[in-house]
């Protein structure tokens, strides 16, 4: 049973950072807003939570530094493709590379440095009932806070005005301008909050999955959550059960390695990136399981009339 929940709680803990960053990602996508520099802004939040975290002692300061981070280029990205109506598509792909290269530059320095530790919640008898205890109650604070947030973003998007006008944004701009909507104002905010999200998960793999920083350290996991945004069918609680399911299959390969299984090391590290592949294919080839949920609008660019 010991081995199961160390298992299962593996499993929790890499879910985390993939829920985190998609569901920042779908509430961009949602308002229009194609945003592939993810992974850019997750390295970003990984190098500035780890470092900030280092510096103060304080993990609370390595998770907002994280956070301002992905803000920070999700502010650019913004700038960039909303302001100055760049491609968005051609924006991303340059932010991602931007968050590689200046991640390694910045924690050149911290290779190698003990990290500060995001330490788990334990509640007095609860957290000590066997195997459901540490699994329920005895997780780190942003575990809670992904389950909250996916939460709240599903009541927010399909029981609020802001949910209404943040989908009509996202499906048809132009009625929604003339309706009197402030379309770029509202993707600006969507966007700082996927890039915040973004920097959040960055800052969970450097304080909590693995408390150190090495170089790339995200390891595709910001294409990841691009992808389980539309396998997801741009559905909060889909996304959930998908990062939940990726997140199995990252720690299936671990295991099925600890146990010896004659499976190639190599096959088991791409299984996660395969399943992804095939996801989008099958997604690709059954358009009827995503055209009711996708932005009409997504990725395209809106200028106001003058």
Same mark, same amino acid.
């Given at each position: 049973?010991?081995?199961?929940?160390s298992?299962v709680?593996?499993?929790?803990?890499?879910?985390?950072?993939?829920?985190l960053?998609?569901?920042?990602? +779908?509430?961009?996508?949602? @308002?229009?807003?194609?945003?592939? &520099?993810?992974?850019?802004?997750?390295?970003?939040?990984?190098?500035?939570?780890?470092?900030?975290?280092?510096?103060t002692?304080?993990?609370?300061?390595?998770?907002?530094a994280?956070?301002?981070?992905?803000m920070?280029?999700?502010?650019?990205?913004?700038?960039?493709?909303?302001?100055?109506?760049?491609?968005?598509?051609?924006?991303?792909?340059?932010?991602?590379?931007?968050g590689?290269?200046?991640s390694?530059?910045?924690?050149? &320095?911290?290779? &190698?440095?003990?990290?500060?530790?995001?330490a788990?919640?334990?509640?007095?008898? +609860?957290?000590?009932?066997?195997?459901?205890?540490?699994?329920?109650?005895?997780?780190d604070?942003?575990?809670?806070?992904?389950?909250?947030?996916?939460?709240?973003?599903?009541?927010?998007?399909?029981?609020?005005?802001?949910?209404?006008?943040?989908?009509?944004?996202?499906?048809?701009?132009? !009625?929604a301008?003339?309706?009197?909507?402030?379309?770029?104002s509202v993707?600006?905010l969507?966007?700082?909050?996927?890039?915040?999200?973004?920097?959040?998960?960055?800052?969970?793999?450097?304080?909590?999955?693995?408390?150190?920083?090495?170089?790339?350290?995200?390891?595709?996991?910001?294409?990841?959550?691009?992808?389980?945004?539309?396998?997801? @069918?741009?559905?909060p609680?889909?996304?959930?059960?998908?990062?939940?399911l990726?997140?199995?299959?990252?720690?299936?390969?671990?295991?099925?390695?600890?146990?010896?299984?004659?499976?190639?090391?190599?096959?088991? !590290?791409s299984? %996660?990136? #395969?399943?992804?592949?095939?996801?989008?294919?099958? #997604?690709?080839?059954?358009?009827?399981?995503t055209?009711?949920?996708?932005?009409?609008c997504? &990725?395209? %660019?809106?200028?106001?009339?003058?």
């Open positions: 049973m010991e081995g199961l929940e298992v709680l593996t499993i929790i803990t890499a879910s985390t950072p993939l829920l960053a998609a569901i920042g990602e +779908l509430v961009a996508e949602r @308002s229009g807003v194609l945003n592939l &520099g993810v992974e850019g802004m997750m390295v970003m939040g990984a190098v500035c939570g780890f470092g900030a975290a280092f510096a002692g304080s993990p609370l300061m390595g998770v907002f994280g956070i301002g981070a992905g920070g280029l999700s502010l650019l990205f913004g700038f960039l493709t909303l302001s100055l109506v760049a491609n968005q598509v051609a924006t991303g792909l340059a932010l991602t590379l931007l590689l290269g200046l390694g530059l910045i924690g050149e &320095g911290f290779v &190698g440095l003990p990290g500060i530790k995001l788990a919640i334990h509640i007095p008898v +609860l957290t000590d009932i066997p195997f459901i205890g540490r699994i329920l109650f005895g997780q604070p942003l575990v809670y806070f992904s389950l909250f947030l996916t939460a709240a973003v599903s009541y927010a998007l399909f029981r609020t005005r802001l949910g209404l006008i943040i989908r009509a944004v996202g499906a048809n701009h132009h !009625s301008h003339a309706l009197g909507y402030r379309v770029i993707r600006y969507c966007v700082l909050f996927g890039g915040g999200c973004a920097g959040l998960a960055g800052a969970y793999l450097s304080l909590a999955y693995t408390p150190q920083w090495i170089e790339n350290m995200t390891a595709g996991r910001g294409w990841i959550a691009l992808a389980l945004v539309v396998f997801a @069918s741009w559905l609680g889909r996304v959930a059960i998908g990062a939940y990726f997140g199995t299959l990252m720690i299936l390969g671990f295991y099925v390695q600890a146990q010896g299984i004659g499976i190639p090391s190599q096959f088991l !590290s299984l %996660p990136y #395969i399943v992804t592949i095939a996801a989008l294919v099958f #997604i690709s080839a059954n358009r009827m399981l055209r009711l949920n996708t932005p009409a997504l &990725g395209q %660019p809106f200028v106001p009339d003058r």
